[in-house]
Antibody
């Protein structure tokens, strides 16, 4: 069973860059697609984007100008960078694995608060 | 973007009774080449990530109790819990993976009456 674990700062200042990493264990990052999804407190889920093991990406147009997702196959992990953050970016950020076309495995999530 | 609209927003059902949650997509999510509906249902309990219940609209994920079933096609979908158990109290989300940006319903909160 693949396990995912998010890590990164829990507090980011406005206008700065949010950076998170998702460590994959119990399986290889190869031959899979990986995503970031976020959930503002008490609200619904928002797709941020995905990356393949070869590095091809797809981003939500609503965030595309600020988002970069990258993969490090040697470390079996992938990362999220979201720049120019505001309070609206405060959310629980989840990393997840696509099993074929389906978001099947999720990390526990990490709360990132944007505040000065 | 494909908009996913769930109804109701919240639902209270007695233990042992049936619970039904609806999800409507703003356009068809049935892929004509493979006749699959690109629709999944997730259960989310407080402080936990979403848990996959069903995919392809009606395929139950391994390990999910058979009281959970998904149905529907095209634009209209339903998640049914045939006999509500106390551990089913959660928020339920539908999700379309037909086209990017992949989107989710707003969630339905299920409680015990």
């Amino acid at each position: 069973q693949v396990q995912l674990q998010e890590s990164g700062p829990g507090l980011v200042k406005p206008s700065e860059t949010l950076s998170l990493t998702c460590a994959v264990s119990g399986g290889s990052i190869s031959n899979n697609y990986w995503s970031w999804i976020r959930q503002p407190p008490g609200k619904g889920l928002e797709y941020i984007g995905y990356i393949s093991d070869s590095g091809s990406t797809n981003y939500n147009p609503s965030l595309k100008s600020r988002v970069t997702i990258s993969v490090d196959t040697s470390q079996n992990q992938f990362s999220l960078k979201l720049n120019s953050v505001t309070a609206a970016d405060t959310a629980v950020y989840y990393c997840a694995r696509w099993r074929a076309d389906i978001l099947s495995d999720w990390g526990q999530g990490t709360l990132v608060t944007v505040s000065s | 973007d494909i908009v996913m609209t769930q109804s109701p927003d919240s639902l209270a059902v007695s233990l042992g009774e049936r619970a039904t949650i609806n999800c409507k997509s703003s356009q068809s999510i049935l892929y004509s080449s493979n006749y699959k509906n690109y629709l999944a249902w997730y259960q989310q309990k407080p402080g936990q990530p979403p848990k996959l219940l069903t995919y392809w609209a009606s395929t139950r994920e391994s390990g999910v109790p058979d009281r959970f079933s998904g149905s529907g096609s095209g634009t209209d979908f339903t998640l049914t819990i045939s006999s509500l158990q106390a551990e089913d109290v959660a928020v339920y989300f539908c999700h379309q993976y037909y086209s990017s940006p992949y989107t989710f319903g707003q969630g339905t909160r299920l409680e015990i009456k």
